[in-house]
């Protein structure tokens, strides 16, 4: 199990990483954006649509960064009420569909998406960046996604059949 806790450590680094540039790029682009436009009173035809690209980077990988952390949204006042046992079982149905969702609509889905889109050649107006590279973000995230789903479902089973478990999520 502790290679398998290496990986883990090693896949949220690079993906915290990754978010922490994207997020980096979007401020300091939307910053060039209010610049031409209210400085050089000359907008640039560029910034809001890398903007809108970024963003969509960044809350697709986000999303994956806080399941990983456990920081992702969930009613825990009820959660907290609950008896360990209902409420490990409760987190064993959520993280099984978590994950279901994840794989069959944001990974397969989501290459099915990217692999039509690049098949159309279909560019961005401003950036000419086709969009198939633009909606990678999706079985991307939904891989992280999927992964990080399925580590929190084994760790509750694993708790919720009174197994050690090495897998902090």
Known sequence: MT?????KKVLDRMLETLVMVVVAV???????QVFTRFVLNKPSSW????AVFMLIWVSLLGAAVALGRGAHLGIDYFMGKLPER???????????????FSFLVM??????????????GQPSPALNVQMGHVYLAVPISGFFLTLYAVIALVERLRTLLGKDSTIPV
């Open 86 to 100: 209902v409420r490990l079982a409760t987190e064993v149905f959520v993280f099984f569909c978590v994950a279901a």
């Open 3 to 7: 290679f398998l806790l290496l990986v």
């Open 107 to 120: 990974v397969l889905g989501g290459i099915d998406l990217v692999r039509s889109t690049l098949e159309l």
């Open 47 to 50: 910034t809001e649509e890398l």
């Open 26 to 32: 979007l401020v300091l682009d939307v910053l060039l």
